[in-house]
C-alpha cells in the first residue's frame, strides 16, 4: 500500500475529498472582537489548504454570543458576517481543499465577562477549570440556541462551506449535555443525554440537505464521572441514525486539558484506538486525531482500518507545506510541542507557532 491509501480520494454524500488528510478545527483567536473574519485567518487558511489537505475545517466558529470561546473567535450568528465568511471558504476551495466550517457553542467553558451575557449550561455545575456557575438551560434556551446552530449552518453554507461540522467534543456545551460529569439534568435531555446533540443534527441536516455533517466527539472525556469509550461506542450510532455523515473522534475536556491536545510524550497517535473502537460501531467514515506527527503514520492508520481520515492540526501549524513536502520527501519545520500556541493557557491574546513566524 505503502503511501497510497492516504492519497486516497473519499466520497461523502455530494463531495469527494481528494485524500484522506484533515486540517482540524484550530481557534486562533484571529477573528475580530465582533467575530469577523480578518486577513490574518484568510492567510492562515490560503496556505493551509495550498498545502495538501484535501478537508480544511475553519473555527469553531460561535453559533451564539453566549457560546463564544475566546475574545477573538469566528462568530457564525449574524448575516453580517457572510461576505467574510464566503472570503474563507473560498481561499480555501481555490488553494485545492475541501471547505469545512466548525459550529460551537462554548457551554459552560466560557466565561461572562468576555461574552457579555450569562454562561449556560446543561446543568448549574461549573467547570472546574473556568470555574464560573452556569445557568441550567430552560427549555426556551435549549430551544434558542438549537435554532441557532440551525441558523449558523445555512449561513455556512450560503457562505459556500462544503461540510459542516457539529463540536460535540471537549465539554463545551453539546458535549457537556452528552456528558454524565456535567449533564445532571432530570428532564428528556438528562433521561437521555444524547437527545440535545440529536435534534440539532436532525434540524441542521433539513437545513442543509445533502451537504455532509461532521460529528466531532470525545471518545473519552478521561475524567472521573465522564463519558467512557463505553458510552460514546452507544452514543456514535445515534448521531449516525440521526444525520451524521462523518464522526471525528477527539477526548478530554478542558478538566482533562492534556487529552485535547496532546504532548508528544502521551505517545503517538495516541487517541487512535478510540477512534478505531467508534468505527466499529458506525458505517459512515471516522476521523482520527492526536499526536500524529508522519505522513507514514497516517498512512498506516488509514491502510490499517483504524480511521478513514486523519486530521493533523499542530503539525501544519507549524508548517503548512507539511502535507506537500513529506509527500514530495522534503524537510519541513516540525511541530516542537512547545505549547507556544496554547495562548490561552499562556495568558496570551491569539495563537503563535516557534516554528512559523508568518502566522
Ligand atoms: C490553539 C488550538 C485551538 C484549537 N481549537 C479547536 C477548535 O476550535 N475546535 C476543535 O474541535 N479542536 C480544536 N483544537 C484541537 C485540534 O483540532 C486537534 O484536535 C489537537 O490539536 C490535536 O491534534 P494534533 O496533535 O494534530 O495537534 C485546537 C487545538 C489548538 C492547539
Do not use: W
Not at 35 to 40: L, N, S
Not at 88 to 116: E, P, Y
Not at 212 to 230: A, M, N, Y
Not at 325 to 334: A, M
Request: aromatic share 6%.
Amino acid at each position: 500500500m505503502g503511501k497510497n491509501s492516504f492519497l486516497e480520494p473519499l466520497e461523502i454524500n455530494n463531495i469527494i475529498l481528494p485524500n484522506r488528510i484533515v486540517f482540524p478545527a484550530f481557534q486562533a483567536n484571529y477573528a475580530t472582537s465582533e467575530g469577523f473574519v480578518t486577513e490574518r485567518l484568510l492567510k492562515m487558511y490560503g496556505k493551509i489548504a495550498s498545502g495538501g489537505s484535501g478537508l480544511v475545517i475553519a473555527g469553531g466558529m460561535a453559533v451564539s454570543d453566549d457560546g463564544t470561546p475566546n475574545t477573538n473567535a469566528i462568530k457564525i450568528n449574524d448575516d453580517r458576517q457572510i461576505p467574510g465568511l464566503k472570503d474563507l471558504f473560498s481561499v480555501i476551495k481555490k488553494n485545492g481543499s475541501v471547505a469545512g466550517a466548525q459550529l460551537m457553542h462554548a457551554g459552560r467553558q466560557t466565561v461572562s465577562i468576555m461574552t457579555g451575557h450569562p454562561v449556560v449550561a446543561a446543568s448549574a455545575i461549573p467547570c472546574p477549570v473556568m470555574k464560573e456557575m452556569p445557568l441550567e438551560l430552560d427549555n426556551r434556551g435549549i430551544k434558542r440556541i438549537q435554532d441557532d446552530f440551525v441558523n449558523a449552518s445555512a449561513r455556512a453554507k450560503e457562505s459556500g462551506a462544503d461540510l459542516i461540522e457539529l463540536h460535540g467534543a471537549f465539554g463545551y456545551l453539546i458535549g457537556g449535555f452528552l456528558s454524565p460529569f456535567s449533564n445532571k439534568r432530570r428532564d428528556e435531555y438528562g433521561k437521555d443525554s444524547t437527545l440535545f446533540f440529536t435534534e440539532i443534527i436532525e434540524r441542521v441536516k433539513r437545513e442543509v440537505g445533502n451537504m455532509p455533517v461532521s460529528c466531532r466527539i470525545s471518545g473519552d472525556e478521561f475524567v472521573e464521572g465522564g463519558l467512557t469509550i463505553d458510552q460514546t461506542r452507544k452514543i456514535a450510532p445515534r448521531l449516525v441514525e440521526a444525520g451524521a455523515d462523518l464522526i471525528s473522534v477527539g477526548a478530554g475536556t478542558y478538566a482533562s486539558m492534556k487529552h485535547m491536545v496532546p504532548t508528544k510524550d502521551m505517545g503517538e497517535g495516541v487517541h487512535v484506538y478510540l477512534a478505531k473502537a467508534i468505527r466499529d460501531v458506525v458505517d459512515v467514515p471516522v476521523i482520527c486525531s492526536d499526536n500524529i506527527r508522519s505522513i507514514g503514520f497516517a498512512d498506516k492508520i488509514i491502510s490499517e482500518k483504524r480511521a478513514d481520515l486523519v486530521a493533523i492540526c499542530r503539525p501544519q501549524v507549524a508548517d503548512p507545506f507539511f502535507v506537500k513536502k513529506s509527500i514530495n520527501n522534503q524537510p519541513y519545520k516540525e511541530c516542537l510541542d512547545c505549547g507556544k500556541c496554547l495562548y490561552f493557557l499562556r495568558g496570551e491574546k491569539s495563537v503563535s507557532c516557534t516554528q512559523n513566524s508568518e502566522l
